[in-house]
């Protein structure tokens, strides 16, 4: 079995799939709503606050950051502390997870999670364009994440000169994947983008490449708003040309009651 349908029956398997669909739904639908140019807002704000609100969102459906708990069993009360700040109605669309399969992970500040044999990072991206995401020029902890290596049995296609980790990045790439060892995980990377004039979203999951010499930006990537978020392709997946609308509501999921928040991390 490759990595990729091994990352995603694991993630979707646990809910980490359905989590991160309605996290990046609320956190854009939120975002969009209160988007106004004559105040000022233009697309950086809207990358911003979009990426600060889905942070936001997975830390409430993991039961992480200020929405962490004591135990599994205070997870379920304090409904109207959960749901306050959400749409009418969101929070009972919200994937239930029970406590401690998902825990807060990040990585020198880059905000991250991980759920068994897996850790996932957040980025933004201009919209069209995740398959050439420029690497090279996120920062030192995304690229990283793209220099962890190929996963077991991937052939490239198209090798170039460049994929070799440059000395300045190899110790801090050779760090990450101690951290990871120790985690028993690898890094995934969760791609998230909005085209605003036409309010449609693109929400990737995949194993990022450093792609110093241009060339695809991944291994592997999974179409998270595509109509079954836990089939696989055989290979790294085009640019939608229809994604679903932002203003589309995320698949229903059980009714969560609310837990009682404590502060600190998962």
Not at 157 to 168: A, I, K, Q, R, V
Request: with cysteine.
């Amino acid at each position: 079995m490759s990595e990729q349908q091994d990352a995603l029956d694991d993630l979707e398997s646990n809910g980490v799939l359905a989590a991160l669909t309605w996290a990046d739904a609320s956190a854009y639908r939120r975002t969009m709503d209160d988007f106004d140019p004559d105040t000022g807002h233009d697309q950086g704000w809207v990358g911003s606050t979009a990426h600060r609100l889905l942070v936001d969102r997975l830390h409430r459906v993991f039961a992480t950051g200020k929405h962490g708990v004591d135990s599994p069993e205070s997870a379920f009360a304090g409904l109207d502390l959960l749901a306050a700040g959400l749409a009418p109605g969101e929070h009972r669309k919200m994937p239930l997870i029970t406590p401690g399969v998902v825990v807060w992970s990040p990585v020198n500040g880059s905000p991250g999670w991980r759920c068994g044999d897996w850790r996932f990072l957040l980025t933004s991206f201009v919209y069209g364009e995740s398959n050439r995401i420029p690497w090279p020029q996120k920062s030192p902890t995304k690229q990283r994440a793209a220099s962890q290596g190929r996963p077991p049995g991937w052939l490239d296609p198209h090798p170039t000169l460049f994929d070799e980790e440059p000395e300045s990045v190899a110790a801090a790439v050779a760090a990450l994947r101690e951290q990871n060892a120790e985690l028993n995980a690898t890094t995934l990377i969760a791609a998230h983008s909005i085209e605003r004039e036409l309010n449609i979203r693109e929400l990737y999951l995949g194993r990022s490449r450093l792609n110093r010499g241009g060339g695809d930006a991944w291994y592997w990537k999974h179409d998270l708003l595509a109509a079954d978020p836990g089939t696989p392709t055989a290979e790294p997946t085009p640019m939608s040309p229809s994604p679903l609308p932002g203003s589309s509501d995320v698949q229903d999921a059980p009714v969560r009651l609310r837990r009682q928040p404590s502060e600190g991390n998962g």
